[in-house]
């Protein structure tokens, strides 16, 4: 893009009738390389392959954006210490108390966050790829609504990849990224949207103008019948297109088939049974062993600084209230115990089934004198450190007969890295809700 | 008066007047979202890796698997199709190429290990089978699509056989 490059014809400075941002030392002509149009060759790239798998990107993207939402409604963000993102200003709006019914709810909404996320990846991936000639446009600014449009395109393409590299990379525990992953991914979520917004609505008209027109007739069109597209002020037809070597639903068939490679090689990771052996390729398909705490850790006990000294016959259970009382693991298991089928739902997408026993969350609020229903509890861990060695569980939560605080999962006794002496399980409630080697229980009237 | 106006931003501006006020609505959450990034404290890391997102994407992700491709492409035309009518193979070295590197993209901190110390504190279990299974998925890839030129080549020669015959037939009349 050096001024070496410039014909002789653009050093003249050309009058401007109205409003021009064009830098004067740039030439009328594009200097060799992508910014001139025939650089792009493929005899695929138009308006009808970018319409396509945008929509394609608008079915999947509201869903993956709504189950995100949703999962920030589900850590009961007005309670105290549940926020994680307190100068979230509007951006983080909650309109209803997370329910504790379905109890499978938060399982699917965040199994399908992660899951569909991923699985879109490289339909976005082809979707950039057919609109990067775009990138290189030339002159790169021809109006102010063309610059100030250009400007809304990189807070989409950064939005999207941004979102995309946080979410896989966070799933993965690779936490190379220099923030904290809720703040930065809820937030680069609304610019992402936000951007997509105005994108959709810009280019609705020539999507619709193209399917109209071109209709899907290229789903049937094999590779010796491939034609570029007619030639359009889009930008994205060659003028100087090579011969195909793959036709545009070739493209589409290679897109959608690593759609489903990604997807068949993780959903197994929020799903019971043999399936689970399918998630060759996801953080938490692995197999434990066969016995009843043989599933899913997600962290360790030595991770987080609890030992088995802290857990022995010493451990006692604090339950504050209008009648603090202390509890050993014996006088526990000496209350009514019940037994429910329950999943464990993490924020990282996997999920899983147990019959956990334990005792109520509504028995313990009684016995300290506090009445279920108008309750909430303050949960503490043995752990640590992290943000949630403590959590804050509803009214509606600790109300659910369902809400246990578990002492044995599958009819064995807890084992370590599953909370041992006694962990929280709630119906519908994330992961990281479930609490794992609880030292003391609050309950106090609810706040909100 | 209003159609006046209408005409006179459009002229100044290069497009509807109503193109601007959705992007000022965009910019205007965004920059909302960015002071909201200000007070996480966070703004640095979040603008470099936002930029960088589509830097990376754009200027080096792209550019790399075009140039990849571009070279597979330059494999084939140097070894065109082995017989007359074979089927062109292009494809076939592409997708499963294609589709054992988006694997890889996506889950590199587990097959290359780079997640190893927070995966094994998390999960208690170690990353090392993670390399196995990509290999064992691009094995099925190639393997696959290897089987399916087989195909192709011998229904492609079964086709010219008939029409050969076919040929024959009509010279014997």
């Known amino acids: 893009m050096t001024s070496e490059n410039t014909p002789a014809g653009g050093r003249t400075p050309r009058p401007s009738r109205s409003w021009r941002p064009r830098v004067p030392t740039l030439p009328e002509d594009p200097p060799p390389g992508p910014f001139r149009p025939e650089f792009w060759r493929s005899p695929i ?30 850590y009961n963000p007005w309670l105290p210490l549940n926020d994680l993102t307190p100068g979230k200003g509007l951006l983080g709006f909650y309109l209803f108390d997370w329910p504790t019914s379905p109890p499978w709810l938060y399982r699917l909404t965040q199994g399908t966050h992660v899951i569909l996320g991923l699985t879109l990846l490289p ?16 002159p790169p600014v021809r109006s102010a609504a063309q610059a100030l449009e250009r400007a809304s395109l990189l807070l989409l393409v950064g ?74 002020t889009s930008g994205l037809v060659s003028p100087d297109p090579a011969p195909p070597t793959i036709s545009r639903r070739g493209l589409l068939a290679f897109a959608g088939g690593g759609a489903l490679a990604i997807f068949a090689l993780s959903v197994g990771q929020s799903i019971d049974g043999w399936l689970r052996r399918t998630a060759l390729l996801a953080p938490h398909g692995r197999a434990y062993g066969t ?15 609890v030992v088995a000294a802290q857990t022995g016959a010493a451990w006692r259970l604090e339950v504050m209230g209008p009648r603090p009382v202390r509890l050993s693991r014996a006088d526990l298991l000496a209350m009514p115990l019940y037994t429910y089928a329950l999943p464990i739902a993490c924020v990282e997408g996997w999920s899983t089934q147990r019959d956990w026993t334990g005792v109520r969350l509504a028995d313990l609020a009684r016995l300290a004198g506090a009445a279920p ?61 479930n609490t794992k080697w609880v030292r003391m229980l609050e309950f106090s009237p609810e706040t909100a | ?72 492409r330059s494999v084939g035309r140097r070894r065109p199709a082995g017989g007359a009518g074979r089927p062109p193979w292009i494809n076939h070295v592409r997708v499963p190429m294609g589709l054992s590197g988006l694997l890889l993209l996506v889950w590199f901190p587990l097959i290359l290990r780079g997640s190893q110390h927070e995966y094994r504190k998390a999960v208690g279990l170690d990353t090392s089978p993670y390399l196995g299974h990509w290999l064992l998925v691009t094995g099925v890839l190639f393997a696959g699509s290897a089987l399916a030129y087989a195909v192709r080549v011998r229904r492609t020669s079964r086709r010219a056989r008939r029409r050969a015959d076919l040929t024959n037939q009509r010279t014997r009349r």
């Open chain 1, 291 to 305: 016995g009843p705490n043989d599933f899913q850790i997600n962290k360790t006990a030595a991770s987080v600084g």
């Open chain 2, 1 to 72: 008066m209003w159609h006046y106006l209408h005409r006179r931003v459009a002229a100044h501006y290069g497009a509807d007047p109503l193109h601007l006020l959705a992007l000022i609505a965009c910019f205007a959450l965004a920059g909302y979202a960015a002071s909201r990034v200000v007070v996480a404290g966070v703004w640095v890391g979040f603008l470099i890796w936002f930029v960088g997102a589509a830097i990376f994407h754009d200027l080096v992700l792209l550019p790399l698997y075009a140039v990849a491709d571009v070279a597979t």
């Open chain 1, 159 to 232: 939005g999207a990849v941004f979102e995309f590299v946080t979410g896989i990379l966070n799933i993965q525990l690779f936490y190379v990224f220099p923030f904290s992953f809720y703040p930065a991914h809820l937030y680069g979520a609304w610019i992402f949207l936000g951007a997509l917004a105005v994108h959709v609505a810009l280019k609705m008209p020539r999507v619709v103008s193209t399917l109209r027109t071109r209709g899907l007739r290229d789903l049937r069109t094999d590779l010796a019948d491939t034609r570029p597209e007619p030639p359009d």
């Open chain 1, 45 to 74: 790239r138009g308006p009808w392959l970018t319409s396509v798998l945008g929509l394609i990107l608008l079915a999947g993207v509201p869903i993956v954006a709504i189950t995100g939402l949703l999962s920030y409604a589900a």
């Open chain 1, 123 to 138: 339909v976005l991936l082809a979707k950039l790829w057919s609109v990067i000639p775009k990138l290189f446009a030339w």
């Open chain 1, 373 to 433: 229903g108008h309750t909430q509890v303050v949960v503490r861990s043995l752990q640590r450190g992290g943000v949630f060695s403590r959590v804050t569980l509803s009214a509606t939560q600790v109300a659910d007969p369902r809400s246990l605080l578990a002492l044995r999962v599958g009819g064995a006794d807890l084992s370590l890295d599953h909370g041992y002496p006694a962990r929280i399980i709630v119906p519908n409630a994330p992961g990281v809700h």
